[in-house]
């Protein structure tokens, strides 16, 4: 689902208000009602074939308690789930704390600096699976480009990436850090952009320069916005199956899988589908605190700057 | 910084902007070659002219950079790539309905609820954000399933569904979001002069939401173009995309490499067009989105 994450941020930065509460109910008649059930319908054919059944599918396939007493005696489930927590919590910080740094490096008023914001944000448009194969032949070791830099750069003998649990779960923190960092920085600079320049200016009147600046005047004003972000983000990352998968295959030895990886081996690979529903399914009750949590933010906050 | 001079503070004031200058040179270079890094091992191999173990000789620079690795894919000659183009027709295919039916649907949805006000229409659109309580990957078990009680095993319309049903709640978020910037005085007046729902869904909707269809147009096209775990799993290998031939040998150091790198670059170019054409709407709908009017 990773490329979800791509847009839809697209959205905090707007009152969220205004939309979500329609004007104030209007009772409609005769063919425009009809006309608006019929426009409706096609979404709700959606919703409930794909997303409550499956979803109502996976609940009653996971439903056992057995299945998770399985899991907690499955060593590999609880290294997964420390992966994920590790993955998750490493990846989206650092990815989310940087895109607020670089996007304050592209505020800068060069043309230099313009030009290589098309460049940054490439990694973007790249098809993940590509992108992600080209992580992994770049990190495979002796002869890959990685190692063959540092060889020729400063005569060292890089490491095999992915036969270290922690080089790889690096590795893989890395590779999602260069696809998704890109499209955070341009939200964040979109939301840099509309921040009056008269609060800098009266800022700096008030003697606050640099750091300060940051701290005092951009920080608060797009704090709001970064914790939607982050919390987004964290959502999406739980579910990022393709970066683990193609970037370190979850090895060495299984090593570095996070909850989506080890459910789909589960499943596909150990042919035990319900073990593999109960494994992500046991992820429901830290998700699903932070759903609301995001829609009551969404609801409750005005994200307008 | 521990200059002593006649005016050391402006001397300390011109040295800070060397220093910052220097320092932002610096970055730049750092994240260009970040940026480029993987695009540039992706040309190294594709530009290698043989098959084989050479593409991974350790070297910097392509000793023998030739076109052999996108013939090769071009005329379907390369090993495990002899169905390229029948498996880039299949992503083609997910990926334009993907974008069609997320527009089409969402855009009704959208309408219905926030322009004609369909009383407790908001729920169903609330409702939709829900769908993102559940990674799309937790549900591939269930969603292999129930395509077969469906009757969609092997079918390209099963991806297609589930691609849309992804990426319709950001749709309808997006579009929400875009229509309360337009006044309703228009829809208003097109009634009165006697336009039916669908009129003016047609005639004053569709063509002022452009921007933001645009933005979801493109989105739902990256959906689909990223995936690999639904195509891998709901479709056939005889049927697959190139996302999954891909990903299926991504560790086969005997795979053709060179054609494997040369389709993958030819594979990007489709999405990257697309943005390329929309990419005034698609800032449009953005910078809008923001609230900017």
Known sequence: MSSAQQVLAAGPPVSVKGPWRPLGPRHLHGSDFTWAIAFVVPYAAVFLAFVVYPFGYALWMAGKPSLYAELIDDSSYLRSVVNTLLFVGLAVNLKMFLALVLSGFFMRRRRWIRALLAVFVLPWVLATVQSCISFHWMLIGEPGLVDRLLWEALGIDGPLWFNDRWLALGSNIVAYIWKWMPFWTVIFLAARMKIPRDLYDSAEIDGATGARRFIHVTFPVLANLYLLCTLLSTLWTVGDFTTVYLVSNGGPAGATEVLATIGFSYAFEGSNPTLGVAAVMSALPVLIPLVILLMRRLQTSEVRL | ?293
């Open chain 2, 1 to 293: 910084m521990s200059i002593a001079a006649p005016h050391p503070a402006r001397r300390r004031r011109r040295l800070r902007r060397v220093i910052t200058e220097a320092g932002s040179a610096m970055l730049g270079i750092v994240l260009l070659i970040w940026s480029l890094a993987p695009i540039y091992q992706m040309f190294l191999i594709a530009l290698d002219p043989e098959e084989g173990e050479v593409e991974f000789d350790g070297n910097i620079w392509p000793p023998e950079p030739s076109l052999e690795g996108f013939r090769a894919v071009v005329t379907q000659e390369a090993r495990y790539l002899e169905d390229f183009w029948h498996q880039f027709g299949n992503s083609l295919f997910i990926g334009l309905l993907t974008m069609f039916l997320t527009v089409l649907i969402a855009s009704l949805a959208s309408f219905a609820v926030s322009r004609m006000r369909l009383s407790r229409g908001s729920l169903l659109t609330n409702a939709a954000l829900l769908t993102y309580a559940i990674p799309a990957a937790f549900l591939i078990v269930p969603y292999y399933r129930i395509m077969h009680s469906y009757g969609l095993t092997d079918s390209l319309w099963a991806v297609i569904a589930a691609h849309v049903t992804f990426a319709i709640p950001f749709a309808i978020l997006m579009l929400q979001l875009y229509a309360s910037f337009i006044p309703f005085e228009l829809d208003d007046a097109a009634r009165i002069d006697g336009a039916s729902a669908v009129q003016v869904y047609r005639r004053i909707y569709l063509p002022l939401m452009v921007p933001a269809l645009a933005v979801i147009a493109v989105y739902a096209l990256l959906l689909a173009w990223n995936d690999y775990l639904y195509q891998a799993v709901l479709l056939a290998p005889r049927n697959s995309t190139v996302s999954v031939t891909q990903g299926l040998l991504f560790t086969d150091t005997d795979a053709p490499w060179n054609a494997m790198m040369a389709a993958a670059i030819i594979y990007v170019l489709p999405p990257t067009a697309l943005l390329f054409v929309l990419r005034r709407y698609v800032v449009a709908g953005l910078t809008l989105a923001d609230g900017e009017r």
